[in-house]
Protein backbone atom coordinates (compact mmCIF):
# COMPACT_ATOMS: atom_id res chain seq x y z
CA UNK A 1 0.00 0.00 0.00
CA UNK A 2 0.78 3.70 -1.08
CA UNK A 3 -0.38 5.09 2.52
CA UNK A 4 -1.87 8.06 2.67
CA UNK A 5 -1.37 10.81 5.54
CA UNK A 6 -1.94 14.37 6.23
CA UNK A 7 0.07 16.82 3.52
CA UNK A 8 -0.16 20.21 2.79
CA UNK A 9 -2.94 21.27 0.51
CA UNK A 10 -1.07 22.16 -2.49
CA UNK A 11 0.97 18.77 -2.49
CA UNK A 12 -2.56 16.60 -2.21
CA UNK A 13 -3.23 18.41 -5.16
CA UNK A 14 -0.17 17.78 -7.19
CA UNK A 15 0.42 14.36 -5.58
CA UNK A 16 -3.20 13.16 -6.61
CA UNK A 17 -2.56 15.03 -10.42
CA UNK A 18 -5.13 17.42 -10.20
CA UNK A 19 -2.79 20.53 -11.18
CA UNK A 20 0.68 21.11 -10.96
CA UNK A 21 2.76 22.89 -7.92
CA UNK A 22 2.41 26.46 -9.97
CA UNK A 23 -1.48 25.96 -10.42
CA UNK A 24 -2.07 24.80 -6.80
CA UNK A 25 -2.28 28.22 -5.30
CA UNK A 26 -4.78 29.04 -8.00
CA UNK A 27 -6.91 26.07 -8.10
CA UNK A 28 -7.25 26.23 -3.63
CA UNK A 29 -8.13 29.57 -3.94
CA UNK A 30 -10.94 28.69 -6.87
CA UNK A 31 -12.67 26.68 -4.50
CA UNK A 32 -11.76 23.33 -5.57
CA UNK A 33 -10.93 21.57 -2.71
CA UNK A 34 -13.31 21.16 0.75
CA UNK A 35 -13.09 18.98 3.60
CA UNK A 36 -16.37 16.00 3.50
CA UNK A 37 -17.94 18.43 6.55
CA UNK A 38 -18.42 21.37 4.18
CA UNK A 39 -15.35 23.78 5.18
CA UNK A 40 -13.49 25.19 1.84
CA UNK A 41 -9.28 24.79 2.25
CA UNK A 42 -7.77 27.84 0.79
CA UNK A 43 -4.56 27.85 2.57
CA UNK A 44 -1.63 25.73 0.70
CA UNK A 45 -0.04 25.66 3.11
CA UNK A 46 -2.79 24.09 5.58
CA UNK A 47 -2.45 20.30 6.28
CA UNK A 48 -5.52 17.50 4.91
CA UNK A 49 -6.25 14.01 5.16
CA UNK A 50 -6.69 12.79 1.27
CA UNK A 51 -10.09 10.77 2.46
CA UNK A 52 -11.23 13.42 4.06
CA UNK A 53 -11.37 16.22 1.12
CA UNK A 54 -13.38 16.31 -1.36
CA UNK A 55 -11.74 18.02 -4.83
CA UNK A 56 -14.57 20.30 -7.01
CA UNK A 57 -17.16 17.59 -5.10
CA UNK A 58 -15.75 14.24 -5.42
CA UNK A 59 -13.36 12.41 -3.46
CA UNK A 60 -10.14 11.13 -4.30
CA UNK A 61 -9.78 7.85 -6.09
CA UNK A 62 -8.13 4.87 -4.45
CA UNK A 63 -5.81 7.71 -2.24
CA UNK A 64 -3.73 4.70 -0.62
CA UNK A 65 -2.49 3.35 -3.87
CA UNK A 66 -3.85 1.95 -7.48
CA UNK A 67 -4.44 -1.56 -8.82
CA UNK A 68 -5.75 -0.94 -11.93
CA UNK A 69 -6.68 -4.33 -14.41
CA UNK A 70 -7.39 -2.73 -17.56
CA UNK A 71 -8.93 -4.83 -21.02
CA UNK A 72 -6.04 -3.16 -24.08
CA UNK A 73 -7.62 -3.14 -26.75
CA UNK A 74 -5.44 -4.02 -30.01
CA UNK A 75 -3.79 -0.27 -31.03
CA UNK A 76 -3.03 1.21 -28.20
CA UNK A 77 0.78 1.66 -26.58
CA UNK A 78 1.84 1.12 -23.46
CA UNK A 79 3.93 4.45 -23.26
CA UNK A 80 3.71 7.65 -21.28
CA UNK A 81 5.42 9.49 -24.33
CA UNK A 82 2.94 11.07 -26.09
CA UNK A 83 5.46 11.32 -29.13
CA UNK A 84 4.93 8.40 -30.81
CA UNK A 85 1.34 9.39 -32.55
CA UNK A 86 0.25 6.38 -31.27
CA UNK A 87 -3.10 6.08 -28.87
CA UNK A 88 -1.63 5.46 -25.52
CA UNK A 89 -3.73 3.08 -22.84
CA UNK A 90 -3.72 5.99 -20.32
CA UNK A 91 -6.46 7.45 -22.85
CA UNK A 92 -8.87 5.14 -21.40
CA UNK A 93 -8.22 6.69 -18.05
CA UNK A 94 -8.82 9.11 -16.35
CA UNK A 95 -6.48 12.25 -17.21
CA UNK A 96 -5.42 13.15 -13.73
CA UNK A 97 -4.53 9.71 -13.22
CA UNK A 98 -1.07 9.95 -15.54
CA UNK A 99 -0.11 12.84 -13.14
CA UNK A 100 -0.15 11.26 -10.55
CA UNK A 101 3.16 11.16 -7.98
CA UNK A 102 4.71 8.44 -7.70
CA UNK A 103 3.44 7.78 -10.98
CA UNK A 104 0.92 4.90 -12.48
CA UNK A 105 3.36 2.33 -14.49
CA UNK A 106 2.29 -0.84 -16.27
CA UNK A 107 2.76 -4.02 -14.87
CA UNK A 108 4.68 -5.49 -17.75
CA UNK A 109 3.77 -3.89 -21.11
CA UNK A 110 1.74 -5.41 -24.09
CA UNK A 111 2.77 -4.40 -27.46
CA UNK A 112 0.80 -2.18 -29.84
CA UNK A 113 -0.52 -5.01 -31.30
CA UNK A 114 -1.89 -7.60 -28.40
CA UNK A 115 -4.68 -7.09 -26.43
CA UNK A 116 -5.41 -8.53 -23.09
CA UNK A 117 -5.53 -7.87 -19.26
CA UNK A 118 -2.84 -5.57 -18.41
CA UNK A 119 -2.09 -4.18 -14.95
CA UNK A 120 -1.18 -1.18 -13.53
CA UNK A 121 -0.01 0.30 -10.46
CA UNK A 122 1.83 3.54 -8.26
CA UNK A 123 3.25 1.01 -5.60
CA UNK A 124 6.65 0.83 -7.21
CA UNK A 125 7.75 -2.05 -4.90
CA UNK A 126 4.24 -3.99 -6.77
CA UNK A 127 5.18 -3.63 -10.18
CA UNK A 128 8.60 -4.69 -9.18
CA UNK A 129 7.77 -7.65 -7.74
CA UNK A 130 5.33 -9.08 -10.44
CA UNK A 131 7.73 -8.62 -12.69
CA UNK A 132 10.38 -10.02 -11.49
CA UNK A 133 10.84 -13.70 -13.41
CA UNK A 134 12.02 -14.91 -9.61
CA UNK A 135 7.95 -14.43 -8.23
CA UNK A 136 7.10 -17.02 -10.96
CA UNK A 137 3.93 -14.66 -11.92
CA UNK A 138 2.09 -17.10 -15.03
CA UNK A 139 1.08 -14.76 -17.90
CA UNK A 140 -0.94 -16.63 -19.91
CA UNK A 141 -1.56 -15.75 -23.84
CA UNK A 142 -3.81 -17.56 -26.31
CA UNK A 143 -2.64 -17.13 -30.07
CA UNK A 144 -3.33 -17.28 -33.80
CA UNK A 145 0.21 -18.03 -35.95
CA UNK A 146 -0.01 -17.83 -39.88
CA UNK A 147 1.52 -21.38 -40.05
CA UNK A 148 1.14 -24.85 -38.29
CA UNK A 149 2.83 -25.15 -34.97
CA UNK A 150 5.06 -27.91 -35.11
CA UNK A 151 4.35 -30.13 -32.02
CA UNK A 152 7.86 -30.47 -31.31
CA UNK A 153 7.38 -27.10 -29.89
CA UNK A 154 5.74 -28.33 -26.84
CA UNK A 155 8.68 -29.98 -25.50
CA UNK A 156 11.05 -27.50 -26.93
CA UNK A 157 9.17 -24.96 -24.82
CA UNK A 158 8.90 -26.83 -21.33
CA UNK A 159 12.52 -27.81 -21.71
CA UNK A 160 14.04 -24.37 -20.81
CA UNK A 161 16.73 -24.27 -23.43
CA UNK A 162 15.18 -22.21 -25.96
CA UNK A 163 17.59 -19.82 -27.08
CA UNK A 164 15.93 -16.82 -28.46
CA UNK A 165 18.07 -14.35 -30.87
CA UNK A 166 20.17 -11.62 -28.79
CA UNK A 167 19.67 -13.15 -25.52
CA UNK A 168 22.48 -14.68 -23.10
CA UNK A 169 20.01 -17.16 -21.23
CA UNK A 170 17.74 -19.23 -22.59
CA UNK A 171 13.66 -19.12 -21.87
CA UNK A 172 12.37 -20.34 -18.16
CA UNK A 173 10.38 -23.49 -19.04
CA UNK A 174 6.69 -22.07 -21.02
CA UNK A 175 3.56 -24.82 -21.15
CA UNK A 176 2.65 -24.61 -24.66
CA UNK A 177 -1.32 -26.30 -25.45
CA UNK A 178 -2.03 -26.30 -29.06
CA UNK A 179 -6.15 -26.36 -29.87
CA UNK A 180 -5.36 -26.97 -33.68
CA UNK A 181 -2.58 -26.56 -36.34
CA UNK A 182 -2.07 -22.47 -35.73
CA UNK A 183 -4.38 -21.59 -32.47
CA UNK A 184 -3.15 -22.10 -28.93
CA UNK A 185 -2.26 -21.05 -25.45
CA UNK A 186 1.25 -20.37 -23.58
CA UNK A 187 1.88 -19.65 -19.85
CA UNK A 188 5.25 -18.12 -19.02
CA UNK A 189 6.52 -16.76 -16.59
CA UNK A 190 8.62 -14.06 -17.67
CA UNK A 191 8.33 -10.84 -19.75
CA UNK A 192 11.09 -10.24 -22.19
CA UNK A 193 10.90 -8.08 -24.83
CA UNK A 194 7.79 -9.35 -27.77
CA UNK A 195 9.05 -12.97 -25.42
CA UNK A 196 5.46 -14.82 -27.11
CA UNK A 197 5.84 -13.53 -31.11
CA UNK A 198 9.54 -14.45 -30.92
CA UNK A 199 9.15 -18.00 -29.45
CA UNK A 200 6.39 -18.75 -32.04
CA UNK A 201 8.85 -16.81 -34.51
CA UNK A 202 11.42 -18.87 -34.06
CA UNK A 203 9.90 -21.99 -34.68
CA UNK A 204 8.87 -21.22 -37.94
CA UNK A 205 5.20 -19.92 -36.68
CA UNK A 206 5.19 -16.29 -37.00
CA UNK A 207 2.26 -15.00 -34.69
CA UNK A 208 -0.83 -12.53 -36.10
CA UNK A 209 -3.09 -12.63 -33.06
CA UNK A 210 -1.91 -12.56 -29.63
CA UNK A 211 -4.29 -11.84 -26.60
CA UNK A 212 -3.38 -12.18 -22.79
CA UNK A 213 -6.19 -13.78 -20.81
CA UNK A 214 -4.79 -14.08 -16.78
CA UNK A 215 -1.93 -12.64 -15.02
CA UNK A 216 -1.06 -14.65 -11.73
CA UNK A 217 -4.60 -15.28 -10.68
CA UNK A 218 -6.44 -12.70 -12.45
CA UNK A 219 -8.66 -13.68 -15.23
CA UNK A 220 -9.70 -11.19 -17.84
CA UNK A 221 -13.16 -13.19 -18.57
CA UNK A 222 -13.65 -13.40 -14.29
CA UNK A 223 -13.33 -9.86 -14.10
CA UNK A 224 -15.78 -9.44 -16.95
CA UNK A 225 -13.93 -6.08 -19.14
CA UNK A 226 -14.67 -5.60 -22.96
CA UNK A 227 -12.33 -3.50 -24.35
CA UNK A 228 -11.33 0.00 -23.31
CA UNK A 229 -13.07 -0.85 -20.06
CA UNK A 230 -10.70 -0.77 -16.54
CA UNK A 231 -11.51 -1.48 -12.46
CA UNK A 232 -9.54 -1.75 -9.31
CA UNK A 233 -8.18 -5.12 -8.37
CA UNK A 234 -7.47 -6.30 -4.45
CA UNK A 235 -3.28 -6.24 -4.82
CA UNK A 236 -3.10 -9.23 -2.13
CA UNK A 237 -4.45 -11.67 -4.65
CA UNK A 238 -0.66 -11.73 -5.57
CA UNK A 239 0.21 -12.75 -2.19
CA UNK A 240 2.18 -15.60 -2.24
CA UNK A 241 -0.03 -18.71 -1.98
CA UNK A 242 -2.69 -17.38 -3.54
CA UNK A 243 -2.42 -17.32 -7.04
N1 LIG B 1 4.83 -11.33 -25.65
C1 LIG B 1 4.76 -10.64 -26.80
O1 LIG B 1 5.37 -11.01 -27.79
N2 LIG B 1 3.99 -9.54 -26.84
C2 LIG B 1 3.27 -9.09 -25.80
O2 LIG B 1 2.57 -8.07 -25.90
C3 LIG B 1 3.36 -9.82 -24.60
C4 LIG B 1 4.14 -10.93 -24.55
Redesign the pocket.
Known amino acids: MVESSTMRADALLVRYGYCTRREAAARLHAGSVRRKDGTLITSPALHVEPREVLIDGREIPFPDGMYIALHKPIGYVCSHAEESGSKRIFELLPTEWERRHPSLECVGR ?2 KD ?1 SGLLLLSDNGIFVHRLTSPRQHVTKV ?1 SFETTSPVPVEAVALFMSGTLMLRGEKTPCLPAKLELTDLTHGRLRIEEGRY ?5 MLAAVGAPIVR ?1 H ?1 EAVGALELDTLRLVPGEWCNFDPTVFEHGRE
Open positions: LDTYHQVRRLR
